[in-house]
């Protein structure tokens, strides 16, 4: 019953979250629960917990799509190509490793994913505030 609960506040907690955060913090904490998930998911290998490694890695992708919808073509072609690609190569790597069991396409992955997050977590409050209020101004066009 304590489980239960535990993850229905967590849960609400998230929501709340969510509904108030800005489009930078939800792609941060997406990253966050991506590697999480890669880390569980290789916890899950290595103990062959394969229900759990299942759900880890079905949960990794779902946010890994996420992410690679999140692009946006129009603010720069080249830069939505690469990502675009990185994004499915680091989907291969997440499914080698659930059918192969094998948490080095993992490691690969986690390596590829964390200069990523990095680099999104050290963008300047300015320059945050300056990309919504632009994006805002070309959905009201």
């Known amino acids: 019953m304590y489980g239960r609960n535990l993850k229905a506040y967590q849960r609400t907690n998230l929501e709340a979250e969510l509904s108030v955060a800005d489009p930078h913090r939800i792609v941060q904490m997406m990253f966050e629960g991506l ?8 916890g899950a290998i290595l103990r062959k917990d394969f ?11 779902g946010i890994v799509n ?3 919808v999140s692009l946006d073509k129009k603010q720069d072609p080249e830069l ?7 994004y499915d190569y680091i989907k291969e790597l997440i499914n080698e490793a659930s059918t192969k069991l094998t948490v080095e396409p ?9 200069p990523i997050k990095q680099a999104w977590d050290n963008i300047p409050p300015e320059a945050r ?10 959905q009201g066009n």
């Open 106 to 114: 993992l490691d690969e992955a986690i390596k590829l994913i964390l």
């Open 66 to 68: 996420g992410l690679q």
């Open 129 to 138: 505030a300056e990309a919504y209020a632009r994006k805002q101004a070309q």
């Open 51 to 61: 229900e759990y490694k299942s759900d880890r890695i079905s949960k990794a992708l």
């Open 35 to 42: 590697l999480e998930r890669l880390a569980q998911s290789k």
């Open 80 to 86: 939505y190509e690469k990502m675009y690609a990185l």
